[in-house]
């Protein structure tokens, strides 16, 4: 089963930038679908980002899609999300996420392991 530790959140002024990472033990982040998840103050978890395991396919929610970028290290057993031009609506817990299953998806409930989540808090 795999370890997925996060790191690197914080809080940024809005139009700043963050870079998320997550890094994974117990397993190959190359042989997982990875994801980022994150959840709101008063809403649901919801997609943000995911990458395939052969890293060629790379999914983003609307949202995000132009300002996140989500990358892999497969060196370092580790995956990153960049976030650019951060709006107060970017506010929540991160999650990262792994798939080994299936092929790469946008619905939390094929993610087996799961981080303990990242605060990032973009102040207006």
């Known amino acids: 089963q795999v370890q997925l530790v996060e790191n690197g959140g914080g809080l940024v002024q809005a139009g700043g930038s963050l870079r998320l990472s997550c890094a994974a033990s117990g397993g190959t982040i190359g042989r997982n679908n990875m994801a980022w998840f994150r959840q709101g103050p008063g809403r649901e978890r919801e997609f943000v980002a995911a990458v395939s395991r052969s890293g060629n396919i790379r999914l983003y929610a609307d949202s995000v899609r132009g300002r996140f970028t989500i990358s892999t290290d497969n060196a370092k057993n580790t995956v990153f999300l960049q976030m650019n031009t951060l709006v107060p609506e970017d506010t929540a817990v991160y999650y990262c996420?792994?798939?080994?299953?299936?092929?790469?998806?946008?619905?939390?409930?094929?993610?087996?392991?799961w981080g303990q989540g990242v605060q990032v808090t973009v102040s207006s």
């Open positions: 996420a792994a798939d080994r299953e299936s092929l790469v998806s946008r619905d939390a409930s094929r993610y087996e392991n």
